[in-house]
């Protein structure tokens, strides 16, 4: 089991920056063996894919319409994932979740870019980007 905590959500205008935190907890898990990912609900719309970190090595992959303003990082001391949102824009608002699944080798990048492969869910934090 892995819970899942985050914060840092709020109001911001449009070319602001944010940084979420989700922090993991769980007897004997860390973010080593995880893979934690990003992802975002606005209103009416269904949960699309923000970004991935890989806990073996950490890599990254992001989808296009974040693509240079986001970055995920990771402190493993503090077993805690971050999603630095920088230049954001009204269509950014949206409730932010993070989620984690146990890392294998045999899943596909595209594998970790679709929710329903998440097991583990934070409870969202809500950000909205005012124009």
């Known amino acids: 089991q892995v819970q899942l905590v985050e914060s840092g959500g709020g109001l911001v205008q449009a070319g602001d920056s944010l940084r979420l935190s989700c922090e993991a907890s769980?007897?004997?898990?860390?973010?080593?063996?995880?893979?934690m990912g990003w992802f975002r609900q606005a209103p009416g719309k269904s949960r699309a894919f923000v970004g991935y970190i890989k806990g073996t090595g950490g890599s990254t992959n992001y989808a296009d319409s974040v693509k240079g303003r986001f970055t995920i990082s990771t402190d493993n001391a503090k077993n805690t994932v971050y999603l630095q949102m920088n230049s954001l824009k009204p269509e950014d608002t949206a409730v932010y979740y993070c989620?984690?699944?146990?890392?294998?080798?045999?899943?596909?990048?595209?594998?970790?870019?679709?929710?329903?492969?998440?097991?583990?869910w934070g409870q969202g934090t809500q950000v909205t980007v005012s124009s």
């Open positions: 989620a984690a699944k146990d890392s294998r080798a045999y899943y596909s990048d595209q594998y970790y870019t679709q929710h329903w492969n998440y097991v583990y």
């Open positions: 769980g007897r004997g898990r860390t973010l080593e063996g995880l893979t």
